[in-house]
């Protein structure tokens, strides 16, 4: 039987893992279904109760793919509670009888490059770690191109003068990806695409709005979750910033955590756990900077946040900003949590006005 | 005579897995505990009021111990632990606690003291270093290190040859699979166990065992588990599954490591009757008492019919 290889979502970057994957197994790879309402009613249907959301959206990301065909699944996400996932959904889609291989890269609640060598061997025996090496460089400058101009869009998306330039230009620069080979035309096709984003017009006042949005991982990644919070915010006029993406999670995070717990020594004295620390110096720092607002944004029960957003209370009385909490879990409602942006949005509107 | 500098220890979390220990080491080096109180209904109120909602029942009744505790004592023992080397991390939430403490409450002089074995924090220097604060004779810190720590260990093995001693008894069993702080807590786990004495029943638990025997027996239920304190209760439970009659699993809304690691425990377990105890704030004892009674029911039925 031919194998066809899947994972779960992860925002946009399916289109890297997806190229990386069918160029180095040389497999059919098939991505998920969208997310949609489907997709989560039929996680937390076979989830166990408290577990975080993430498990439910990929359990439920699974399920579709194997329907669609797919029989060999990756789990490659560590870190606090993620990366113990891989042992369980076997287990449940297993009790569900699906016939599939699963491949858990993670060893010790970190993505081990050795047990993703083996997979990728084990895929394609013509592979060599040479050939490995090269896609990973060009997943990896994929990663970090598409993180640049999504921070270039976050910036600048609220003051476009023609409404839902931004959005077109960014599918087609996404799709553009999907059919780019080889690290040159890679490069290539960022500062083709830079230049085209660059020369969209926009209306930006030197006193916009700035709300820096911070939080759990996947939830800030994967919009889906978020009920697109981030872009909800961004259409209604505001600069958004956000430090969290893939970028920092593989790259930068590892030379900013010890700097960051030694600048703010007021308000933690160790790592946190996760990205609980970095959020706080993070907090901290666009609150000097003259941010107007902060929207803390995590996953129903998610541990090392709880614990962050038992410290932010404290920066928001000593800098004077508001910090808004959103939590979400599988059965919240859009409208919901749409007044409660609209309401955070008119006091930092009135705020700034006084 | 000089007074003695009192430490506070909060009855909650880490207590019940380090008391011994840290009671002996202390009052060697001429320090006084001062312990606080069973877990009772003002404690947990307190508790809510200065956490996170969302946060877990344990954590919460922790901030209320170390309220009970401010001004009545000179300082509260707050350990952060990380990890204990591969594949022995602990939850998220014990990486936080010193720091989530320490930003509550402001008037409170905290001991910590930091556990993180693959940054370099060894436990016992990461001791010494708190001791050195309280008493500045090295050789007695040693000498009561090394004191308490077999002091903990005789401790420890008693427990295990009483439970051994249950094992051999003819009564129904129940071993109880759950973290050490919500079993023997008065509050959490204490209407558990009172039934279960009241109905008769031989109660085994799952943190008294050989723990790097438990941490062996874990590996033949899962390769992939990282937690400590759960791979110990998880291998436990497999060590025992087949001596008792059926096995209950207490957790707190909304633990972390449990709601994966029991999740995987009820599909692996076969041929054994297998209940699962959510305990939160407003657990009410009748519906406790309820599940617990139709349990025991159907295990004596199941005896019966061999």
Known sequence: MDRVITFPHLGNYYIVFNYFL???TKKK????????????????KYSPDFVCVPFKYNLGNYIEALEKGANVLIQGGGGCRYGYYAELEEEILRNLGYEFEFYNLIKDNHLSLKKGYNFCKKMNKKTNIFKCLYYLINALFMII?????????????????????????EKEYLSSFKCSNGLLKIIHNYFKYKKKFKSIKINKPDTCLKVTIIGELYSLIDANTSYNTERKLIKMGIEVTRLTDLTYLLITKRFLIRKMIKKNK????????????????LARKSAISGCDGIIHLKSFGCTPEISAMSILPKISEDYNIPIMYLSFDAEDNEVGIDTRIEAFYDMIVRRKDN | ????????????????????????????????????????????QNGKNLSIDESCLPAKIYLGHINYLREKCDYILVPRICNYGKEKRVCMKFMGTIDVVSNLFSDIE??????????GDYEFFSLFKVAFKLNKNIFRIIWSYYRSRKKEKRYNQSLIN???????????????????????????????INYLK???????????????????YAKDFSKTLYWLYSKESIGSAVYYKDAVDGIIFVSSFPCGPDSLVNELAFRKFKNIPIINIIVDESTALAGLETRLESFIDMIEARKDNG
């Not at chain 2, 060697?28 to 505990?33: A, E, F, K, V």
């Not at chain 2, 009241?198 to 062996?216: F, G, Q, T, V």
């Open chain 1, 22 to 24: 069918s160029n180095v």
């Open chain 1, 29 to 44: 790879v098939i991505c998920p279904p969208p997310t949609t309402k489907r997709t989560i009613a039929l996680g937390s």
């Open chain 1, 145 to 169: 191109f598409m993180d640049k101009i999504e921070r270039y869009i976050r910036k600048n998306m609220g003051f476009e003068i023609k409404k839902g330039s931004f959005e077109e230009l």
């Open chain 1, 266 to 281: 007021k308000y933690i004295k160790y790592n946190l756990g996760a990205d609980a620390s970095v959020n706080i110096a």
């Open chain 2, 1 to 44: 005579m000089r007074k003695k500098i009192k430490i506070g220890v909060p009855r909650a979390f880490l207590y019940y897995r380090y008391y011994v220990f840290w009671k002996n080491f202390f009052e060697m080096l001429g320090c006084q505990i001062v312990l606080s109180p069973e877990t009772n209904q003002e404690i947990i």
């Open chain 2, 110 to 119: 905290i001991l910590d003291y930091n556990v993180d074995y693959l940054k």
């Open chain 2, 162 to 192: 009483r439970q051994v001693n249950i094992l051999k008894s003819t009564r129904t069993k129940i071993l109880i699979v759950s973290h050490p702080y919500i079993i023997y807590d008065a509050y959490l786990g204490g209407n558990i």
């Open chain 2, 198 to 216: 009241k109905m008769n029943i031989e109660i085994l638990y799952s943190d008294r065992m050989e723990r790097s025997e438990a941490i062996c």
